[in-house]
């Protein structure tokens, strides 16, 4: 299936967020469909949160996201919005998720929430994401 690209934007009279993995604004093309992934988590197939650490959980959960992508016949670039949860949030867990961004994305930058949180839906999750993507 092909894809359809949003248009991203980092307007002026706003801070370029480029260097950061994001961008404010995200315009979807018209007759894309809307695709609404749920929040993806360290969880493996068979649901066991496969580690105890921030770093594989977020491993984990960009792992499940590219599957759903895929799974709703988009590619990452597809994606116009990501929204990030993420436990006891302190500034030495973006430069990991920053690799796991240009990771999946490349140099495409989604427009993204980013939400410290006390915790999930379980005590053991440290970190989620859910998407926002179009597809034809």
Same mark, same amino acid.
């Given at each position: 299936?092909?894809?359809?690209?949003?248009?991203?934007?980092?307007?002026?009279?706003?801070?370029?967020?480029?260097?950061?993995?994001?961008?404010?604004?995200?315009?979807?093309?018209?007759?894309?469909?809307?695709?609404?992934?749920?929040?993806?988590?360290?969880?493996?197939?068979?649901?066991?949160?496969?580690?105890?650490?921030? %770093? @594989?959980?977020?491993? !984990? *959960?960009?792992?499940? #996201?590219? /599957?759903? &992508?895929?799974? %709703? @016949?988009?590619?990452? !670039? *597809?994606?116009?919005? #990501?929204? /990030?949860? &993420?436990?006891?949030?302190?500034?030495?867990?973006?430069?990991?998720?920053?690799?796991?961004?240009?990771?999946?994305?490349?140099?495409?930058?989604?427009?993204?929430?980013?939400?410290?949180?006390?915790?999930?839906?379980?005590?053991?999750?440290?970190?989620?994401?859910?998407?926002?993507?179009?597809?034809?």
């Amino acid at each position: 299936m092909s894809h359809l690209e949003t248009t991203l934007i980092n307007p002026p009279g706003l801070a370029d967020q480029t260097a950061k993995g994001f961008s404010h604004l995200a315009i979807v093309p018209p007759g894309a469909k809307t695709v609404y992934i749920s929040g993806q988590f360290g969880a493996d197939v068979t649901g066991r949160i496969v580690s105890d650490d921030y %770093a @594989g959980q977020l491993r !984990q *959960s960009f792992q499940n #996201l590219r /599957i759903a &992508i895929e799974a %709703a @016949g988009a590619v990452p !670039q *597809s994606v116009a919005k #990501l929204t /990030i949860l &993420i436990v006891n949030h302190s500034d030495d867990k973006l430069p990991p998720l920053r690799e796991e961004l240009k990771a999946l994305f490349g140099t495409h930058r989604p427009t993204i929430t980013l939400m410290p949180v006390p915790r999930l839906a379980q005590s053991s999750m440290l970190f989620e994401i859910e998407a926002v993507a179009i597809v034809p």
